[in-house]
């Protein structure tokens, strides 16, 4: 295993503490580095925690900061955080109005959240992402996984929380958004979990997983690597296929590195997926593209496409300062 | 060779239109894409350029953009561009004060901005970029190679053009900006050029290549992996050793991924940096961590250290727009 770490006991602690020093200015880590919470909390605004397994990096913790999350719970790698660190997080960080839970969909996350919110004696809500298209059901997943769109439901909400939208509000707008955002991606090599040793999984030098979750969970299906042009025209397909947008239609196109591919492939990978787009009528009003949900040193990426109207574009474009995404201040 | 592109002779072509669409509000093509523009110009600014093989995206294109440069030139692959396409973008952005070509210190790259300069019935100068301390003289280099200290000249130099700097000044402040940074780095993996189709160089699953260039070239030694702290230590060193800082000396702290490497892995290398710089009595006063200056999917980082006095923080602190480096705007 070649990894720049210390001691596959420590990594994530000393990660987030080089995290927490190199974003101070943004950020402060929680008491035994539960959580990671922005430095300055906007009184009388809901509070937006998200969290998971760590490894899928700068997600959650990168996206904390105004704009987007106020805390960020990280778990072990691939590991969901505990209930007692979203508890601790939204202790922490509820300004009085309330504390919404966006949560990827996947068992562990799902059911220390729900732990976390039993609970918690404030309001709450939960926003559930799951906006993987490739497979109903898998390794961690009943129902469909929550990838790469996350951290666009988290823009999206975030923006709308900053500007003082009310609990209930921003519960109604995350879960419209979540269906208006699918994503799905592809794999041309495995990843290694720190205190594994080894590959999450095996996959031939000629193969690649269509399909693919982001900790190397099974896909659809394993072929044989083809084209940029006919991985787009299939991940595009089939996000198309579930929004059933109609031509003229707004998105915003995410294409998202798994960690290991270089930024000119990605973008290779963008003038493939807006010829898709194109050709189905739908306008890329927005585009972003990097390594912002990571499964370690995997090379992949996915697609996402996030419907937007006139309202939710606005969101998008608000100003957001984040260690991951900054823009507007 | 696994690689998310279409055609090893188009995907430079390919990725640049990606980056041209996805980047519209910044950028433009030049014609038959010799050089990336800034959509908008400032008359009367003196406009910076600067270019090299292509293969360490987001360098140089990412980073064309309000306060920074004007327009990049890409070459092929880890290929110098042609004199004529630095002739080119100098004709297309020069706004009447001149042109200030900024040139990583490779052969190639030297010879053909010397020969565009040369073409050029314009005022100019050159700044020359030479901050890798591993080695004097290189596979493809005469004196020190250039490496990811290049963002941070061209981001000081940049905010100062963009506050109306004249062209001697410009070049004065670059460089010096230049003997104030220094990087070092080193690879655990090698990368493969779309067009070899094999990896750059050969490594034994427990080395690594300490002092490698940004092309995979030979540095110092191939070692066995050691931890995070060792290497943070042997590479900070280096470069404390080199700039020769006093105890109190503000710095800016550019931990960089060379492509494959995990956030989580350099976020680790940021917290045993800044220990080796506080146990010389170094002040960090801005951390960047990022792959910002890759080998294509090379696994790997560099640490670069830039001292900086209150001049200098606060060029780096001015308003930066491009696709890869944004703030305050």
Known sequence: MKKLINDVETVLAESLDGFAAAHADIVT?????QFVRRRQLTPGKVALISGGGSGHEPLHAGFVGHGMLDAACPGQVFTSPTPNQMLAAAQAVDGGAGVLFIVKNYSGDMMNFEMAAEMLDRDHATVIVNDDVAVENSTYTTGRRGVAGTLIVEKIVGAAAE?????AALKALGDSFNKATASMGVALTSCTVPAAGK???QIGSDEMEMGVGI???PGRRRVRLTSADEIAAELTGAILKDLSLKPGQEVILLVNGFGGTPLM???VMVNAARKVLAGAGVQVARYLT???VTSLEMAGCSITVSAVDEGTLALWDAPVRTAALRWGV
Chains 1, 2 share one sequence.
């Open 29 to 33: 880590l929680g008491a035994d580095r």
């Open 163 to 167: 500007r003082g939208d009310k609990l």
């Open 199 to 201: 590959p999450t999984f």
């Open 215 to 217: 900790h190397g969970e």
């Open 265 to 267: 492939e990605l973008y």
């Open 290 to 292: 990097g390594s912002y």
